[in-house]
C-alpha cells in the first residue's frame, strides 16, 4: 500500500520527529528540509532513510542537537561558520546569504563550515548556490570506508563532490557524486534488501573483493575508476580536511570511533560570478553555456540530475510516495523519538 504526502507535509512529519528527539528549532527544520529534498527527489539514500542515523547520532551525544551555528567576523573573501557541533545544514543555511554576496562583489568566495556533523547529499546546497545566479563547487570528507586504490583497507571517504551551474529560467547544471564506486549508504540499503553488489563495488576484511554488502561494509569501498577516483578523494581530503584546519577521514573516524554513526568533519563551498570571471572577453558565459548543453543533449544525452528533476516535477504534482513501511517507521520515529533507535 502506497501512502502519498505533500511535501510540506512530509517536512514537518520530520521536523516534528527531530523536534521530538530534543532537536531545536535551527537544527530540525534545516535537516528536515534537506531530508525531504532527498525523498522529493526519489534518492532514497539520502531520505528519511538518514532519520535512523541522526537519531542514533544524538542519542550517542556525537552531535549538538541543540547548536547555534556561528558566524565568524570578516569581510575577505573566506567566509567561515562554526557549525558549533551540530548539524552542517543550519551552518550552511547561516553563511549562504554572506557567500552570495562576497562572491558577487569580488567574483569568487568560499565557505567554510567546521565543526560539523554531516549527512545530506551535496547537491541541495549546489542548488542553493545556484538560485542566486553563481557557479558552485562543494566537497568534504567523510569517515574511513574507501580503500586508496592498491591498497585493501579503509583510509579515505566516500568524499562527495558537487558542482552547478545556473540556467536561466530552468533547473541548474548540477553534478553530485561520491569518490567511491557507490555512496555508503546504497551499500546498504542492499543489504537490507539482501541484494547483492555489483562486482568491483568493495572488498571484505581481508581485502578480497566481495559482493556481500555486509562483508563491504566491515571491509572497505572503492574509489570509481581506479587511480583516478583515488586521487580525487585525496585532493578532498586536502582541501575540505587539512586546508581548512578540521578532520581529514582518517580523523575523523577515530573521533567517532564507529562507521555507523554521522561523521563530524568540515565543508568546503566555493562560489564563482560567471560575470565577474568572464568580464571583458567575447561572449554571454550563460548563453555559451547552454550551446554546450544542447549540443550533449542534441547528441542523445543526458545532463546530470534530469531523472532528479523529473522525479521533483512528479512529487510536486502529486506528492511523495512512501511505502506502508517507510510510513510505519516515520509515526515510530514520532511516537518513541530516541527510544526508537538502540
Known amino acids: 500500500m502506497q501512502h502519498i504526502m505533500s511535501i510540506p507535509a512530509l517536512r514537518d512529519r520530520i521536523d516534528a ?7 531545536n528549532d535551527i537544527q530540525a527544520r534545516a535537516l528536515a528540509t534537506v531530508i525531504t529534498a532527498g525523498e522529493r527527489d526519489a534518492c532514497k539514500s539520502h531520505g528519511i532513510y538518514r532519520i535512523e542515523g541522526v537519531l542514533r547520532t544524538l542519542k550517542a551525544g556525537k552531535v549538538n542537537g541543540n547548536a547555534h551555528p556561528m558566524l565568524h567576523p570578516g569581510e575577505g573573501p573566506i567566509v567561515r561558520v562554526d557549525a558549533c557541533g ?3 545544514s543550519p551552518a550552511f543555511e547561516m553563511g549562504l546569504p554572506v557567500l552570495v554576496d562576497r562572491a558577487r ?5 568560499a565557505m567554510v563550515v567546521n565543526d560539523c556533523t554531516h549527512f545530506s547529499a551535496l547537491w541541495p546546497e549546489v542548488e542553493a548556490v545556484t538560485e542566486h545566479g553563481l557557479a558552485a563547487l562543494v566537497m568534504c570528507p567523510s569517515y574511513a570506508s574507501v580503500a586508496p586504490a592498491g591498497g585493501n583497507r579503509p583510509l579515505l571517504g566516500t568524499n562527495p563532490l558537487a558542482f552547478g551551474w545556473p ?7 548540477v553534478f553530485d557524486f561520491a569518490t567511491s564506486v557507490a555512496a555508503r549508504g546504497e551499500i546498504e540499503l542492499h543489504r537490507r534488501a539482501g541484494k547483492p553488489l555489483p562486482e568491483g563495488w568493495a572488498v571484505d576484511a581481508e581485502g578480497r573483493p566481495t559482493t556481500d554488502p555486509g562483508a563491504a561494509l566491515a571491509g ?3 574509489p570509481f575508476g581506479g587511480h583516478k577516483g583515488s586521487a580525487i578523494g585525496t585532493m578532498i581530503e586536502l582541501l575540505a580536511g587539512a586546508m581548512i584546519g578540521d578532520l581529514t577521514s582518517p580523523e575523523a573516524l577515530a573521533h567517532l570511533g564507529t562507521t555507523t554513526l554521522a561523521p563530524m568533519h568540515g565543508e568546503l563551498v566555493l562560489a564563482f560570478s560567471p560575470e565577474a570571471f568572464a568580464a571583458g572577453r567575447p561572449g554571454n558565459p550563460f548563453a555559451r553555456a547552454e550551446a554546450l548543453f544542447d ?3 542534441g547528441q542523445g544525452a543526458r545532463l546530470p540530475s534530469e531523472r532528479r528533476f523529473a522525479a521533483r516535477a512528479k512529487a510536486e504534482a502529486r506528492g511523495i510516495e512512501l511505502t506502508e513501511a517507510e510510513a510505519a517507521q516515520l509515526q515510530r520515529f514520532l511516537d518513541l523519538g530516541l527510544d526508537a533507535v538502540g
Open 17 to 23: 520527529i527531530l523536534r521530538r528527539a530534543g532537536m
Open 86 to 88: 551540530g548539524f552542517s
Open 105 to 109: 562583489r569580488l567574483g569568487l568566495a
Open 167 to 173: 540556467r536561466p529560467d530552468r533547473a541548474p547544471y
Open 220 to 222: 572497505a569501498m572503492l
Open 295 to 297: 549540443a550533449i543533449t
